[in-house]
C-alpha cells in the first residue's frame, strides 16, 4: 500500500499497518515464544497512554517485592516466636526484642504486607482497565473512520455482521495484549528474585525448583502447533453467526412476509450449534494444556517439598525456611503456571489483533490526491468524458459515456432496469472512480477536489429513502448540521412534510426507528427532501425518488421536488417518463451506453430507445371516430394479433406488435394484452 494511498489514515494506524505483514510471515520453525516480537505493534496506540503504562510498570514492580515479602512474617512466627530461635538473617535488626514483641511484629507485618498487597491490586486493576478500554477506543475509532473511507465496492461486497465482530470484539485485543505485558513481567521478576532469595537459603532447593522451566517451554510450542489453529477457526465460526443475527434482523421483514422465519431460525441454530461444539473443543484442550502445565509445577513443587523436609530433619534448614521456600515456590510456580497462561491468551488476543489491523490495511479505492482543490463556489457544470467502469468480477457496465451538462439544467436519466443509470450518477459523488475517461465539476476532475468538498456540494435523494432512527428533526438537520430548528422546519414545510409531521404526537421529535421504519414510504421519502432542501447544495441527484410510491404521494413529493430542482444542476433517475417531459436533456441508456440524448420531443422524433419507453408506458391513442370494418375483415385482424402476442416472444415486444397491426385503425383500445374491436357500433 503507497503512501499516498493512506495518507488518510491516523499516524498510529499507519505505523500498526506498515508492520502488519511481518506478522504473518513468521516461519511457524520459529520459537513458540516469537510472537512476543509483535509487542512493537502496539506502541502507536500506547504512546498517547504512556503516563498510565508507566505507573502500571511501577505497581507492577511493587507487586513483585510484595510477594517476596508475604512469607516472612510467617517464618518469623515460626521460628523466632515459636521455636525460640534468633530472627532469620534477612530480619536480624529485630533482634534483641522480646516474644511477645516479635509476634506482635509478626503478626501486624502479615496484615500490613496483607493490605498492600490487595491495595496495589486494587489500584493496579483500575490503571489496567483504563490502559485497556482507552487503547480499544482508540482502535476501534481509526477502524470505524477507515472503514467508513473505503470505497462502496468493498462495502457491497462485505458482509457487515463481520465487519461489526471486527470493530467491536476484536479490536479489544490491543487492551487485552497490552495490559497482559505488567503481569508476565511480574511473573519473571518474582521468579527472579525468589530464585536468589532460595539460593541464599539452600542452593539445592533453587536449582530443583528449575527444573520444570523446559518443560513450560516446550508445552508452549505444544500449542502454538496443535491448539492455535483452532481458535482461528472458532473466531471465524463466531463472527459467521453475528452475520447471520445482522442479515435476518436487516431483512425481517422479507423474512416475516414469505414466512421463513422456521427457516432462518434453523440456519442460526445449524451455525450456532457448529461453532458451539468448535468452542467447546477448544475449551477441552485448553483446559488440558492447563492441566498438564500444573501437573509439571506439582511434580516440582513436590520434589522441592520431599527435599526441604530432608534438610530440616537433617537440621540444614529450620521449619520456618523451608515455610518461606514453599511459600516462594508456590509463588514461583504460579509465575510460571501464569507465563503459560498468559502465553495461549496472548496467542488468542494477537489471532484477534491481526484481524482487526486487516481493515486498516484494506486499500481504500477512493482516495484524496496530495494538493487536492477546495471549491470555493460551484456553477454546476458537468461533463462525463469517455468514461468506462466496472465492478469487480463484472465487465462493461458503463462503456465510453460521454455528455455535457450546463448549470442550472436538468438531466433525465432513462433506460431499462440494469442498464447503469445508478452507476454512472455513483461516479459523479466518487463513490467509485472510473477506470478510464473523467468526471468533471465546473472543468476540475473531481478526483481532483477535496472528497469532503465534492461531497457537500451535491444533495442525493435515493429511491429507498434512507433514515436514522433518531428523531425527524435531527434526520432533516443531516442535510446541514448546524441549521436551526427554523430553518429545519421551513425545509420540512418546503418538502411538503410539516402538516403530518406537526399531526405526530411529538412532532419533529418523534423517534423513527430502526431505518425510519415508524413512517410510510412516501413520509420517509418526503423527510429525505426535506434533507436535500436544508443542505441546499448546488448539484441534486434523484435517483428514481417516486418509484415505489402511490401516484396520490408521488404527486405531492413531485410539487416539493419541482421547487428543490430550482436553481441547480439536477439528474433525475427516471422510472415513469410523464415525470421528465420538460427536462432540458434526456440520456437513454442501455447496456452501459448512453445511446441517445436530447430533449422529449428529439428523441421521440428520433424513434429509438425512448420513444419505444415512451410507447410502452404510454400506449397509443384512441380513436376519434371508431371505423366500420366487414366481419370477416375483424376476425382476421383479431386472429392475427392474437398469434403474434402468444408467440414465444417476451410479452412487451408482442403487445407492441399488436399494437401496431391495429393502432392506427383505431382498433388498441388498451395496453393491456386483449382486444377491443369497433365495428358496426358493436364491441
Not at 30 to 50: C, N, Q, T, V, W
Not at 635 to 643: D, G, S, W
Request: proline share 5%; glycine share 8%; charged share 20%.
Amino acid at each position: 500500500m503507497s503512501r499516498r494511498d493512506l495518507a488518510h489514515l491516523p499516524r498510529r494506524a499507519l505505523a500498526s499497518v506498515g508492520r502488519l505483514a511481518s506478522m504473518r510471515r513468521r516461519d511457524e520453525a520459529e520459537s513458540p515464544f516469537a510472537f512476543l516480537l509483535d509487542f512493537r505493534h502496539i506502541g502507536p496506540y500506547l504512546r498517547p497512554h504512556k503516563g498510565l503504562a508507566v505507573v502500571s510498570l511501577i505497581l507492577m514492580a511493587a507487586s513483585a517485592g510484595m510477594a517476596l515479602l508475604s512469607p516472612w512474617p510467617l517464618a518469623l512466627l515460626l521460628d523466632t516466636v515459636l521455636g525460640n530461635k534468633p530472627p532469620p538473617a534477612l530480619l536480624g535488626f529485630l533482634d534483641g526484642l522480646s516474644t511477645y514483641q516479635l509476634l506482635a511484629v509478626a503478626v501486624i507485618a502479615g496484615l500490613v504486607v496483607t493490605a498492600l498487597e490487595h491495595g496495589l491490586a486494587v489500584y493496579d486493576n483500575y490503571v489496567n482497565t483504563k490502559l485497556d478500554q482507552s487503547m480499544v477506543l482508540d482502535l476501534r475509532s481509526d477502524m470505524f473512520r477507515h472503514a467508513q473511507k473505503l470505497s462502496m465496492a468493498y462495502h457491497d461486497s462485505k458482509q457487515m455482521g463481520k465487519l461489526m465482530f471486527q470493530i467491536n470484539t476484536q479490536a479489544a485485543a490491543v487492551g487485552a495484549v497490552t495490559v497482559s505485558i505488567p503481569p508476565l513481567l511480574q511473573s519473571v521478576l518474582t521468579l527472579v528474585g525468589m530464585f536468589v532469595v532460595i539460593e541464599q537459603i539452600q542452593p539445592t532447593l533453587a536449582l530443583l525448583s528449575l527444573t520444570v522451566v523446559p518443560f513450560v517451554y516446550l508445552s508452549a510450542g505444544y500449542y502454538t502447533r496443535h491448539i492455535e489453529p483452532r481458535v482461528y477457526s472458532v473466531r471465524k465460526l463466531e463472527g459467521d453467526s453475528l452475520t447471520i443475527v445482522h442479515e435476518a434482523m436487516s431483512m425481517l421483514r422479507v423474512i416475516v412476509a414469505f414466512g421463513r422465519e422456521r427457516h432462518e431460525y434453523g440456519k442460526f441454530r445449524a451455525q450456532g450449534e457448529q461453532a458451539v461444539a468448535a468452542r467447546v473443543n477448544l475449551t477441552v484442550r485448553q483446559t488440558v494444556f492447563t492441566l498438564a502445565v500444573t501437573m509439571i509445577t506439582a511434580v516440582g513443587t513436590a520434589l522441592v517439598l520431599g527435599f526441604g523436609a530432608r534438610h530440616v530433619l537433617q537440621k540444614d534448614m529450620t521449619v520456618g525456611e523451608l515455610v518461606v521456600v514453599m511459600g516462594y515456590i508456590a509463588s514461583m510456580y504460579k509465575p510460571l503456571e501464569q507465563i503459560s497462561t498468559t502465553f495461549s491468551s496472548l496467542q488468542q488476543a494477537f489471532i484477534s489483533l491481526r484481524s482487526a489491523f486487516e481493515l486498516l490495511e484494506t486499500e481504500p479505492e477512493i482516495v484524496e490526491r496530495p494538493g487536492a482543490l477546495a471549491l470555493r463556489q460551484v456553477r454546476g457544470a458537468i461533463a462525463f468524458e469517455h468514461v468506462d467502469f466496472a465492478y469487480g468480477g463484472r465487465q462493461g457496465t458503463l462503456k465510453d459515456v460521454s455528455f455535457r451538462v450546463e448549470p442550472g439544467q436538468c438531466v433525465a436519466i432513462v433506460g431499462p432496469t440494469g442498464a447503469g443509470k445508478s452507476t454512472l450518477l455513483s461516479l459523479l459523488t466518487r463513490f467509485y472512480d472510473p477506470a478510464r475517461g473523467r468526471v468533471t465539476l465546473d472543468g476540475h476532475d473531481v478526483r481532483d477536489l477535496r472528497l469532503n468538498e465534492l461531497r457537500s456540494r451535491i444533495s442525493v435523494v435515493l429511491q429507498e429513502p434512507l433514515l436514522f432512527g433518531a428523531s425527524i428533526r435531527e434526520n432533516i438537520r443531516y442535510g446541514r448540521l448546524e441549521a436551526s430548528d427554523e430553518e429545519v422546519e421551513a425545509a420540512a414545510r418546503a418538502a411538503n412534510a410539516h402538516a403530518f409531521v406537526s399531526a405526530l404526537p411529538k412532532g419533529y421529535d418523534t423517534k423513527l426507528g430502526e431505518r425510519g421504519a415508524l413512517l410510510s414510504g412516501g413520509e420517509r421519502q418526503r423527510i429525505s427532501v426535506a434533507r436535500a432542501f436544508l443542505k441546499d447544495a448546488p448539484v441534486l441527484i434523484l435517483d428514481e425518488p417516486t418509484s415505489s410510491i402511490d401516484s396520490k404521494t408521488e404527486a405531492v413529493i413531485l410539487d416539493a421536488l419541482a421547487r428543490l430542482i430550482r436553481g441547480r444542476t439536477t439528474f433525475v433517475v427516471a422510472h415513469r417518463l410523464s415525470t421528465i417531459r420538460d427536462a432540458d436533456l434526456i440520456l437513454a441508456v442501455d447496456d452501459g451506453r448512453v445511446v441517445e440524448q436530447g430533449t422529449h420531443a428529439e428523441l421521440l422524433a428520433h424513434d429509438g430507445l425512448y420513444a419505444e419507453l415512451h410507447a410502452a408506458q404510454q400506449g397509443a391513442p384512441l380513436p376519434q371516430q371508431p371505423v366500420t370494418l366487414q366481419p370477416e375483415a375483424i376476425a382476421e385482424l383479431q386472429q392475427l394479433a392474437m398469434r403474434r402476442i402468444r408467440k414465444d416472444d417476451p410479452l412487451e415486444p408482442a403487445i407492441r406488435t399488436a399494437r401496431s397491426v391495429l393502432g392506427e385503425l383505431g382498433l388498441w383500445e388498451t395496453d393491456e394484452p386483449r382486444l377491443s374491436i369497433v365495428a358496426g357500433g358493436e364491441r
